[in-house]
């Protein structure tokens, strides 16, 4: 996918950073028409129309989630269709900034919730934790797994913490998380220093090969 955004003609404010918000409790944008369609085309029979479709979304940046989000949505459920979905949530949330990708942990689309965890442990911040550790409460499985794969991620642990052990386990190994950052948080690095075991999330460069010498062709 590129990672091009249009500017999508939706009603938004500014948030405390300075950056676009939709309000997700209260006063989500009104679908855009060419989104939906595009969020409907994903389960084209025809490849090259899905292929088109997951451009559009990706392109669109942001304002897709609204798309991808709300309540029957493709994000949520199992299938190629959800796959393709939480494809295009992870790609465009690569492009969100950190203060507004932690707010969209709190989304009331479980598909945002966890692509935004998700995105949070590939970036390998410090000051991720707490806000992966609040989503260890998670109604949602898919959630809680996606927060304490980050957390281990960032951390290196893991604190007995199973996303569908039962609600008692559950609250008993998030207890163990919170002291812990009580213990540690406040002698950590600053909030937007990579975590000491945090891999690198960017990838690997492959070095170009030095140009043929002339005449060697």
Known sequence: FTSRRANWPLPVSTSTYGLPSFHWRSECPPLHPGLAAAARRLDDPDFAVRARAMRTLVAAGEPALAVLGVPGAPGGGL???AGRARAVIAEVLRDV???????????P????R???????????RWGSIAVLIERLDDPDPGVREAAVAALRRLTGRHQGFDPLAPPAARRTATTRWRE??????RAAPAADAPSP?????SPPRVPEAPPAPAGSL
Not at 180 to 185: F, I, L
């Open 79 to 81: 299938g190629p269709v």
């Open 97 to 107: 900034a950190d203060p507004r990708l932690a707010a969209l942990t709190d989304s």
């Open 109 to 112: 689309s479980a598909a945002v």
């Open 114 to 124: 966890s692509g935004a965890a998700a995105e949070l442990g590939r970036r390998g």
């Open 180 to 185: 812990w950052w009580q213990r540690v948080g």
């Open 197 to 201: 075991c945090a891999p690198d999330p």
